[in-house]
Nanobody, 113 residues
Framework: VQLQASGGGLVQAGESLRLSCVAS????????MGWYRQALGKERELVAD??????NYADSVKGRFTISRDNAKNTVYLQMNSLKLEDTAVYFC?????????WGQGTLVTVSS
């Protein structure tokens, strides 16, 4: 599975941004999809993930971020609203099938004051 993430950029605090990640192949529906982020000097952390039956969010983004998927387009989205300075990070798309993880190349989100 190859993942191509896009949508990062520079925004001001309080603004919104939508990330997209397109997966290759024909098994997208079987994949658990997620978004992780890694800020400078920090470890990579889960932001949100989604399967066919549930979504899960980090406490720090609950109520502000929404993860969704379009199986027909092999795409997972991360709608980020009310962005904060501390949301600045490289965001990575993740796909998981059973115990195997696949990663995209990362897209930089910078939130300025």
């Amino acid at each position: 599975v190859q993942l191509q993430a896009s949508g990062g950029g520079l925004v001001q605090a309080g603004e919104s941004l939508r990330l997209s990640c397109v997966a290759s192949g024909s098994i997208f529906r079987l994949l658990a999809m997620g978004w992780y982020r890694q800020a400078l000097g920090k470890e990579r952390e889960l932001v949100a993930d989604i399967t066919e039956v549930r979504t899960n969010y980090a406490d720090s983004v609950k109520g502000r971020f929404t993860i969704s998927r379009d199986n027909a387009k092999n795409t997972v989205y991360l709608q980020m609203n009310s962005l904060k300075l501390e949301d600045t990070a490289v965001y990575f798309c993740n796909a998981r099938l059973f115990q195997k993880n696949f990663w995209g190349q990362g897209t930089l989100v910078t939130v300025s004051s």
